[in-house]
């Protein structure tokens, strides 16, 4: 995935597959519309019809569908794996932030978190912990014997934090591969996968539907895909 940064606080995501995504308010991805489709000639965010091509991604594939109701992401170090959990977000058509793709606003990070997720915060609605084995440990007393495939302590702790503000029934960990779980999360849905995070689609979808969002199923279909 290739980023772009404006000046006017947009982040904009290109995906390997073309798709291009606007992270940014309201007001400002309805100023990009107008930008691209002055630059592109185009009187219409429709997509070109089959068969034809501008030389262009499709608008509608660019700019992110606005909703009162926001997913904050959770991740390691394990791009791949973000990547493709933001494109299926993508796909299903639900806003989400991910702390790594905004500017911070000259804020550090715990202030940015507890900004989006902390107590007192309205802006997130649902969360997804991303838990890939970035790291390796062991209990001590267990000696090294006992070595098993960690998240990153980052992951942990933004993890706490979502459940202290949203609650853990809307919330998902999606696991990847062979992973040791924190034993403190007990009670919270956790959904596996071992090549492609699209293999946690159906259950995510299920998830999603039961906080309260509503989900196209021919979006959560071709998510799946």
Same mark, same amino acid.
């Given at each position: 995935m290739h980023q772009i940064k404006t000046e006017e606080g947009e982040t904009i995501n290109l995906y390997r597959n073309g798709?291009?995504?606007?992270?940014?308010?309201?007001?400002?991805?309805?100023?990009?519309?107008?930008?691209?489709n002055q630059y592109s000639g185009s009187t219409s965010p429709a997509p070109s019809p089959a068969g034809t091509s501008t030389g262009q991604?499709?608008?509608?594939?660019?700019?992110?569908?606005?909703?009162?109701?926001?997913?904050?992401? &959770?991740? /390691? $170090?394990? #791009?791949?794996?973000?990547?493709?959990?933001?494109?299926?977000?993508?796909?299903?058509?639900i806003d989400h932030f991910v702390l790594q793709n905004s500017g911070g606003g000259g804020l550090t990070i715990i202030e940015s978190l507890e900004a989006k997720i902390g107590q007192n915060s309205t802006a997130t609605s649902f969360g997804i912990v991303l838990m890939t084995p970035d790291d390796m440990g062991y209990a001590q007393s267990?000696?090294?014997?006992?070595?098993?495939?960690?998240?990153?302590?980052?992951?942990?702790?933004?993890?706490?934090?979502?459940?202290?503000?949203?609650g853990r029934r809307?919330?998902?960990?999606? &696991?990847? /591969? $062979?992973? #040791?779980?924190?034993?403190?999360?007990?009670?919270?849905?956790?959904?596996?996968?071992?090549?492609?995070?699209?293999?946690?689609?159906?259950r995510l979808a299920n998830r999603?539907?039961?906080?309260?969002?509503?989900?196209?199923?021919?979006k959560v279909a071709h998510a799946s895909s």
């Open positions: 798709t291009l995504q606007i992270q940014a308010s309201p007001a400002l991805k309805s100023k990009f519309e107008e930008d691209y991604p499709a608008l509608e594939s660019m700019v992110a569908p606005a909703t009162s109701k926001q997913v904050f992401v &959770v991740h /390691g $170090h394990d #791009e791949t794996a973000r990547e493709q959990l933001e494109l299926v977000l993508h796909k299903l058509g267990h000696g090294p014997d006992s070595i098993q495939p960690r998240a990153r302590q980052n992951v942990v702790l933004e993890m706490g934090m979502l459940i202290s503000s949203i809307n919330m998902a960990i999606l &696991v990847k /591969g $062979h992973i #040791e779980k924190p034993s403190d999360a007990d009670g919270i849905l956790y959904i596996p996968f071992n090549n492609h995070v699209k293999e946690t689609v159906p999603l539907k039961e906080s309260g969002f509503v989900l196209n199923p021919d």
